[in-house]
Nanobody, 122 residues
Framework: QVQLVESGGGLVQAGGSLRLSCAAS????????MGWFRQAPGKEREFVGT????????YYADSVKGRFTISRDNAKNMVYLQMNSLKPEDTAVYYC???????????????WGQGTQVTVSA
């Protein structure tokens, strides 16, 4: 099986920044897209962004455009989510996930990490 492990979450003040990391192991991830999702208490899981393995293009939800940046290091099988200008509404458990094609639909993501908590205080 493929294991995805997120790290880097924590508590920050509004306006601050965090960088989340996602480490993949168990197999190679050739041409897999990697996505970031989040789930706030009492809410459905929400698409944050995705980055392609084949083209290196990243796409974002409107709610995070201009504030969040996804990057990757294929040699390390690592994906990152740089979060700037954080808002209290960004508070959620953040998950990384792997899909075989670019998608903003969580149903297309086959493998999921355990999540890392991000809390943004007002």
């Amino acid at each position: 099986q493929v294991q995805l492990v997120e790290s880097g979450g924590g508590l920050v003040q509004a306006g601050g920044s965090l960088r989340l990391s996602c480490a993949a192991s168990g197999r190679t991830f050739s041409n897999y897209a990697m996505g970031w999702f989040r789930q706030a208490p009492g809410k459905e899981r929400e698409f944050v962004g995705t980055i392609t393995w084949s083209g290196g293009s990243a796409y974002y939800a409107d709610s995070v455009k201009g504030r969040f940046t996804i990057s990757r290091d294929n040699a390390k099988n690592m994906v990152y989510l740089q979060m700037n200008s954080l808002k209290p509404e960004d508070t959620a458990v953040y998950y990384c996930a792997a899909a075989q094609a670019d998608s903003n639909n969580d149903a297309d993501y086959r493998y999921w990490g355990q999540g890392t908590q991000v809390t943004v205080s007002a």
